[in-house]
């Protein structure tokens, strides 16, 4: 070693310069030989609708509408939903909250996700106002949750629904976290990621959520903003509508009419 | 020469790795990754046909039960889907053609969910004070003793 200081020393440098150039290199050719693959898998016949069939997902872009003055709390839409999606106990992919409002306080309570309908609720102030909010997700278009996904099993379909491979999921709940309405949960029996599909099976066979389907009142609405004369995507268009937590940019396609302050 | 056999062995080393990774990616990623996006393709297809739908709305009840759809839609629960008291229709009537007796629920729960005044429901919707009800306090009572679920009157 030291009695070869300048030589050793030159050769090394150049060992290394060497063997960085080389490193990047097949950086590179990886990375190039990765998009190659991905590009390459694309064949003609699948890639302009998914499942080949009627439904073609470059027609439809769906969007959920909830008047929250029409909302009565029953709980249909909510046992509606555990029934048509198998969703497992004591997790909810549409719930209802309840928001008892006073001038310097409010109280929300939402049991069992409203399931079972409320009890009547005693409250330590004078309420000026109450009222029922259903929620569910969002299917925001700048999605956070599916952007945290390591392993890319969350995406949005074409049509606008926020969906989540469990084949590919790994669990890590990281969109758990990152969904700022709480919309997701790991599922207790396949301990992957779980959340609203919009009942995804149902819509892309013409029919609505179930949510939708059995709400008695209309407060849950459902429509195509591609399509002309939709009655959601009219009032979307000339009423003024609300999105929850505007200021997080997450662009949600949920929009609510008649929402009060108190509501996040 | 010395050098080229170092540079030899350093450019074995990275093709190993590359073949490695090349091959290793060609297990572990899905064949339809990135058909239309980053995620795999086949997964919307699969979400499409997760099962059959089990909702089938009102009009499909209407099929077998005439009757009872006519008087519904002409009172007042005429917007209250069957399948909100009785269940999903596919429960009812399996897919392989087989009927299974839906739920018949003469709770008081049954009309309290929505019926009952509490904080929280519009106030223009028909709610019934349970303390002030015409015949004393009815909590817990069944009120389809004298109320038609079909084609409620007040």
């Known amino acids: ?264 | 020469m010395d050098h080229a056999r170092h540079v030899f062995r350093i450019v074995l080393l990275v093709a190993i790795i590359l073949a490695v990774v090349l091959l290793a990616r060609g297990f572990l990623v899905p064949k339809s990754y990135g058909l239309y996006g980053r995620y795999r393709g086949a997964s919307v297809a699969e979400q499409m046909n997760l099962r059959p739908p089990m909702h089938a709305g009102a009009a499909a009840c209407a099929d077998c039960h005439e009757d009872q759809a006519k008087k519904r839609t002409a009172g007042a629960h005429k917007n209250v889907s069957c399948e909100i008291c009785h269940g999903p229709l596919g429960a009812h009537v399996k897919a392989d053609g087989s009927v299974v007796k839906p739920p018949i629920d003469r709770s008081f729960t049954l009309c309290a969910r929505c019926h009952r005044k509490i904080e929280g429901r519009p106030a223009k919707f028909p709610q019934v004070v349970l303390d002030q009800h015409v015949n004393g306090p009815v909590e817990g009572k069944v009120c389809l003793q004298c109320h038609d679920p079909h084609s409620p009157k007040p």
């Not at chain 1, 080389?22 to 998914?50: F, K, N, Q």
């Not at chain 1, 549409?94 to 309570?109: A, F, L, P």
């Not at chain 1, 009423?239 to 662009?251: A, D, K």
């Open chain 1, 1 to 264: 070693m030291s009695d070869c200081h300048d030589g050793c020393n030159g050769s090394r440098r150049e060992f290394l310069s060497g063997t960085l150039k080389l490193a990047g290199g097949a950086v590179v050719t990886v990375i190039g030989g990765a998009a190659l693959a991905s590009s390459g898998g694309s064949d003609g016949a699948e890639a302009s609708h998914p499942g080949g069939g009627e439904y073609d997902w470059n027609e439809h872009l769906w969007a959920y509408l909830v008047d929250t003055t029409k909302c009565i709390g029953c709980g249909s839409c909510v046992r509606a939903c555990k029934a048509e999606n198998e969703v497992p106990d004591g997790f909810f992919r549409t719930w209802i909250e309840r928001y008892v409002v006073g001038m310097n306080d409010s109280h929300v309570d939402s049991p069992s996700g409203g399931m079972d309908g409320f009890p009547p609720v005693q409250v330590g102030f004078a309420a000026t106002k109450s009222f029922f909010v259903p929620k569910i997700c969002n299917h925001c278009r700048a999605t956070p949750c599916t952007q945290v996904c390591p392993v890319g099993a969350s995406y949005r379909t074409k049509d606008g629904a926020v969906l989540v491979d469990s084949d590919s999921c790994i669990g890590c709940g990281y969109c758990v976290q990152a969904c700022p309405y709480g919309s997701r949960f790991i599922h207790p029996a396949t301990h992957t990621a779980s959340k609203c599909t919009w009942c995804y099976h149902r819509i892309t066979k013409g029919l609505k959520p179930a949510c939708v389907t059995v709400c008695p009142t209309q407060a849950r609405q459902f429509g195509d903003l591609k399509k002309e004369g939709d009655p959601v995507r009219g009032t979307i268009e000339h009423e003024r509508v609300q999105i929850l937590q505007g200021h997080l940019l997450t662009e949600p396609q949920c929009y609510y009419t008649n929402l009060d302050k108190e509501v996040r």
